[in-house]
Each structure stands twice: as C-alpha cells, then as structure tokens.
C-alpha cells in the first residue's frame, strides 16, 4: 500500500447544513474501520456505526481507505440541519506484522508499517490536545504527580506552590458560593469595611447596645427624614433654651402619643414648612400649658390626619388665596343652610360630570354669548310653562320642522304671495298675488292693475273617459235609447235629470256612480 501520512489533525468536525449526507475526511486511513463518527444533536451524543450499506442516519459508509489525501463518509440518510458531526481515525496501538531476522522483505509493507506509526503518534497527539498542559515557559508546572482521589474535595494547588493537592472541602465552597453576592457587596464597600476596623472597638461598644439599636433601627424612617439639611436646620432652631423648656411641656405621655400620630411622612413635610424663624416665634408663643393642653386634644389620629392633608404646600397656598377680607365675607354668605344644601346637590357625580363637560373653552364663550341682558330675557320669556310645553310637542314633530326649515324660502315665497286681510291690500303687489278678503269674504287674485274676485264655476262640463276629447254638460253627454226618456226638472234652479222608460213592459236598469 502505498501512500503519504499528511501534516494533518485526524479529526473533524462538521455542522450539518441543506440536509447533507456526504462528508469529506481530510486526513489518510488504512481501512474502513478505521474510522469513527459521532452525531450531537441538541447536546446528545450518538456513536454512528458502520455499513457497507448504510440504511439511515446512524449507519455509515467509507470510501478512500489507503489513499493519500483521505476520502469521503456517507450517511444512510439526509442528515438534519445544525447536527454536529465528529469524524476521526482511531488505530489499535499495536504491530501486526513482523520482518524476518535476515533475508527479504516487503518494502511495501514496511512502508504500510511505517505510515501507521506515524499516523498513530498524530492520534496520540490529537489525544494530547485534548488534555491541560503546562505552557513552554512554565517555571514550576512540570513533573507533577496526580493525587490520589478524595472524596468531597476539590484539587488545588498546595500552600508551597510546588505540587497538587485534594484539601478543600466542596462543601465550604458551596457555602461561599451560596453568599457569592455577599462578597461581591462587601469587595464593592471594601474602604468602609476598611473603615470599621479602624474602629472596632466602638462597634464592640454599639454590639452591647444591640437592642438599643435595633430599637433605634426600626425608627430608621424618622431618622431618614430628620437628617435633611433642612430637619438639621430646624433642629438648630429648635435648641434654644426657651424651646427646650417648651419640649418638656411637651414631653408628656399624652404629647408623646400625639406626636407619635405626627410623625408620618406627610406631617414631617408639614413641619419642614412651619420650621421657619418666624413660624418657631410663633410656636413659643403657643407653647404655654393652656395651649400645649388645647394641643393634646388636636393631637388626635383623627385631627392629625386632617392636619396631614391641609398642610400641603398647595393647601397652604389656597388658605392664603382664601383668607382675604373679600373671600372671607364671600364664605359666610355660601356658608347659609340652603346654599350648602345646593352645594350638596350639585356636588354628585352626574353633576361633576356635567360640570366637566360644560367647563371648556368653547362651552364658556358660549355661555357668555348667552348672558347677555337680551339673551337671558328672551330665555326667561321661553322658559314659561306653556313654551316648554309647546316645545317638547315641538320635539315630536321635529322631522316635519326641519322638513320646513329645509323650504324656507318656498313658504317664504309663499307668504309674500298670499296674505288675509280686511281690506285690498295696496303694496308690495306683482301680478298673480292672492288675497282673501275677510269683510266682503271673497277670494281675489291681483291682474297686475286691480285685484279681481275669483268666481266659482257651477257649471261642470264631463267627459266620458279619458280618451273623450270634448268635455260637455250631463244632458247632453247621455244619450237615450229606444223606449227611454231624458226629463230635466227645475231649470236654473236645484236641476235634476229623470230617465224614463216608455215601455213599462221593457225592463232596464242604470248605474251612476
């Protein structure tokens, strides 16, 4: 056999792409068992096996075998895109020929020989890839004995630095692990904790008011609140001798439960506002034992929360906006039986949303159109009992109104046409115009220079049919048959017409109508 051993790694690896079944391998083998393949798919290892007809995607054939340049695997089936596959030569370490002491021998195989060993010390160095090594350059990591297993421990490098070692406990490490972001908080305030070493000895101290401090600790909120430059201010303001006398007034257990009660975040911002100089002087006026007593009995949950919502800055504000001379005297006139009985009715929820509705711009402008002294007159004359009326009857007819609205201009024409009237009328006259005249109680229509009275027709001419082309009277338009006569009775009067039959014996019968 002959063939060339290439520089290269016997091993490879490829990602499955467009289903693909064949794959080249890129270093030499001896023989088709040579070679092994493994599938990863979704991280699950499958050792393929080989076939000389491989039936699916775990079976294999080879070609190639004793080629210089390698050859080629394929799959039995298509493969599945993103599947990993290892490819590589695994030879028995071992000799399976021997040459004879003297005398001929196969130079061919000899080579064979040769190039297995070379292709076993690339598997031996592919292996070797695969394990930890000392860099080139080590200075101390060589010629290191592995020790003997122990259970729970992890193997570190000894305290001297030369040698390997089984002596930490995993379960210490789980432990640190378990607090890894412990550690990372105390590397991330290492100065402070730096810090507090310098000072151990007060911590020991603080350690043996423990429970002092915890009681102080579950006050951290307060404390949080006092230590703003401004609580700092107003503690300053607040430490004179007076104001401490008045905090021992103060200081009772009935005070100290109001204050307790004042102590939310709220009443502190409050506080924040008042701790002004001038507000601190007023407060010392306040502070004598009849007003500390009036203050025990505004320090009540109830008061307090009340207190709590007015002190807001906002409120405050509005308290100044209404505390003039002119809102004042505005309040005591609201602040009657009945107004606050209106004020009431018009504070429910319909009516806020009303309220809501008609308070913009455009429903302001026009509410001030309105209120004009001719616009509200004219609404009070259309709020009378009898136009309300008239208009919710208005509202069933509202299609016929706007069917009105919509010829306007011809009922306008219209009127200009027709008018009643006890007289002729004598202006605004065009040819056409009509006129009822109630005093002689005739209907006239005007000819362009006078007006004429419209006469009735009471002589009414009738045609046979629709297709008769002369209309005539009644009498002429009948016309009598054999045995049948036609009488008129009471000519220019109430006329009838009698229709007769010569011949009794004849009889006959007419249809009118």
């Known amino acids: 056999m ?57 079976q294999f054939s080879v070609s190639g075998a ?108 789980a432990a640190v692990a378990a607090i890894a972001s412990d550690i990372i908080t105390c590397a991330g305030i290492a100065a402070n904790i730096t810090t507090c070493a310098g000072i151990s000895a007060n911590i020991t101290t603080v350690a043996g008011i423990s429970a002092d401090v915890t009681a102080v600790a579950g006050k951290s909120t307060e404390i949080g609140r006092l230590g703003t430059t401004d609580a700092v201010a107003d503690m300053a303001i607040l430490g004179t001798t007076a104001i401490v006398e008045d905090m021992a007034l103060l200081g009772t257990s009935a005070n100290v439960s109001a204050m307790g009660l004042l102590g939310v975040s709220d009443v502190i911002s409050d506080m924040n506002t008042l701790a002004t100089s001038d507000i601190v002087s007023d407060m010392n006026t306040l502070a004598t034992s009849a007003n500390v007593t009036a203050m025990g009995l505004l320090g009540t949950s109830s008061v307090v929360t009340a207190m709590g919502l007015l002190g807001t800055s906002a409120v405050i504000t509005d308290m100044g906006i209404l505390g003039t001379a002119a809102i004042v005297e505005d309040m005591s006139i609201l602040a009657t039986n009945d107004v606050v009985a209106d004020m009431n009715t018009l504070a429910t929820s319909d009516v806020v949303t009303d309220m809501n509705i008609l308070a ?64 002729d009328p004598s202006s605004s006259l065009d040819a056409g115009d009509l006129c009822y005249n109630t005093t002689s109680n005739q209907l006239k229509y ?65 249809a009118l109508g």
């Open 2 to 58: 002959t063939i060339q051993i290439n520089d290269t790694s016997p091993r490879i690896q490829y990602t499955a792409a467009n289903t693909q079944a064949s794959f080249t391998i890129p270093f030499e083998f001896f023989a088709v068992t040579d070679i092994k393949a493994i599938k990863t798919s979704s991280g699950t290892d499958t050792n393929l096996t080989y076939s000389t007809n491989p039936a699916n995607v775990n």
């Open 66 to 173: 004793g080629s210089t340049g390698g050859g080629t695997l394929t799959l039995g089936a298509n493969s599945t895109n993103g599947d990993i596959y290892t490819i590589y030569r695994e030879l028995p370490i071992a000799r399976t020929t021997d040459f004879p002491a003297s005398g001929q021998f196969s130079v061919e195989t000899l080579n064979t020989e040769l190039d297995k060993i070379v292709a076993m010390m690339q598997q031996n160095e592919d292996n070797l890839k695969f394990s930890p090594k000392a860099a080139a350059s080590t200075a101390n990591t060589y010629n290191l004995t592995f020790p003997n297993l122990v259970a729970n421990k992890i193997l570190t490098v000894n305290s001297a630095g030369n040698a390997l070692e089984f002596s930490q406990s995993i379960t210490d490490v």
């Open 360 to 423: 913009t711009t455009d429903v302001v402008n026009d509410m001030n159109i309105l209120a004009s002294s001719a616009n509200v007159t004219a609404m009070n004359t259309l709020g009378t009992s009898a136009n309300v009326t008239a208009m919710s009857n208005c509202s069933g007819s509202i299609a016929n109104i706007n069917t009105v609205a919509s010829n306007i201009s011809s009922v306008n024409s219209f009127a200009n046409q027709y008018r009643v009237a006890s007289s």
């Open 446 to 510: 005007y000819d362009g220079s006078s007006w004429q009275v419209i006469s009735a027709d009471t002589d009414f001419l009738a045609k046979v049919s629709a297709n008769d082309t002369t209309a005539g009277y009644l009498n002429g338009k009948l016309v009598a048959g054999t045995n049948v006569t036609f009488t008129e009775n009471n000519n220019g009067g109430n006329e009838t017409l009698t229709i007769a039959a010569t011949d009794n014996s004849i009889p006959f019968a007419i």
